[in-house]
C-alpha cells in the first residue's frame, strides 16, 4: 500500500513543501510530515473532477506533473490507498477510541471516495500563483 504524504508530490512523494514537523514516533505516521510550510519551486496544484461532478486538489512536483492524465489511476489508487489507511488508523490517530458515529461516518466517506474514479485534470497551477492570489485576496 502506498500511502500520500503531507506536503509531498502525490506520485513520487517528494517534498513539495517546506517540512516544518513530522509526525511523533507515537503516530501510525511515525517519521512523514506533519507541518509543511511555503509551497516550494515547481509544486504544481491540480484539480481533477471526480465521476459524480465533484473536485479533488492534490499536488505535484513539476516533473510528474505533465503525466497526470496518463496516470489517474494509479493516482486515484494512492487516494484510496490514503483513505483507507487513516480510517484503518483513525482511533490511534485521534488518540483515543471512536465513537460509533465516527466510525460510521469515517466509513461512509471512505466508500464514497471508492465509487468514483477522477474524470480528468480540471485546474493546474503552480502553487506560487495560487498563493499570490490569495495574498491579492483574488
Ligand atoms: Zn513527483
Not at 505533465?66 to 490511534?92: Q, S, V, Y
Request: proline share 7%.
Amino acid at each position: 500500500m502506498s500511502v500520500k504524504r503531507n506536503g509531498c508530490c502525490t506520485l513520487c512523494d517528494e517534498p513539495v513543501f517546506e517540512i516544518t514537523d513530522r509526525f511523533p514516533a507515537s503516530d501510525p505516521r511515525a517519521g512523514q510530515p506533519r507541518g509543511i510550510g511555503k509551497a516550494l519551486e515547481g509544486a504544481r496544484r491540480v484539480g481533477l473532477v471526480l465521476t459524480d461532478g465533484s473536485t479533488v486538489t492534490l499536488s505535484f512536483c513539476d516533473a510528474c506533473a505533465p503525466g497526470i492524465t496518463d496516470r489517474l489511476g494509479e493516482i486515484w489508487r494512492k487516494c484510496l490507498d490514503t483513505m483507507a489507511f487513516n480510517h484503518e488508523n483513525l482511533a490511534a490517530i485521534k488518540g483515543r477510541p471512536l465513537t460509533p458515529e465516527e466510525q460510521a461516518s469515517s466509513e461512509e466517506v471512505l466508500l464514497g471516495l471508492a465509487a468514483m474514479v477522477p474524470l480528468g485534470v480540471v485546474t493546474d497551477l503552480p502553487w506560487s500563483d495560487y498563493d499570490d492570489r490569495l495574498r491579492l485576496g483574488l
